[in-house]
């Protein structure tokens, strides 16, 4: 699978990163770039082992933010963690989303609550990559077993500039 970031030279990835398609992650970093974001976009392409009893599948979250996933995953659950992660989202608000601190710590709430039974959540993608593709969201990131730093293939790279063209109707 892969990642991407504007970060270069990741020897680790944080819990909760996600990975998918080159053409996902290459849409991913480019778009955040687009968005005015600074950094060296990177691709990692890593080998991910994950038990399928210790994964769930839920609807894509649109958002990288803990309030986001705790939603969808209190939704998913029919458990005491359903109100659990009720709780997470609750104790955040859009103004305090762009708090590291406040994020990490609910990240590892939202964590306390799903290992070591769930260690990965797969979705399917509606906004990088191919409609509808899986993609992985680790909730640890002890599954990963190589990373290797790979260059962008120039071709798909113009294929994101122009398919964000089309979805963010600005020019890159």
């Not at 970060?7 to 968005?35: C, I, Q």
């Not at 859009?94 to 601190?101: F, L, N, T």
């Amino acid at each position: 699978m892969y990642h991407a970031s504007l970060h270069s030279g990741l020897k680790n990835f944080n819990p909760f990163s996600h990975f998918g398609s080159k053409f996902a992650a290459t849409e991913a970093v480019f778009r955040r770039l687009h968005l005015g974001e600074k950094g060296s976009p990177s691709l990692y392409k890593v080998t991910i082992n994950i038990p399928h009893d210790n994964s769930i599948e839920i609807p894509d979250w649109a958002s990288p933010r803990p309030r986001n996933i705790a939603l969808e995953l209190a939704s998913h659950f029919a458990d005491d963690r359903s109100d659990q992660f009720n709780s997470i989202a609750e104790s955040i608000s859009i103004k305090e989303a762009g708090d590291k601190d406040l994020r990490a710590s609910l990240f590892e709430r939202i964590s306390e609550n799903l290992l070591p039974d769930v260690k990965g959540i797969y979705y399917k993608n509606k906004h990088e990559g191919e409609y509808d593709e899986k993609t992985l969201c680790l909730v640890c990131t002890n599954c990963i077993s190589n990373i290797e730093s790979e260059e962008f293939d120039h071709d798909e790279v113009e294929r994101v500039k122009k398919l964000l063209k089309q979805k963010l109707h600005r020019t890159l």
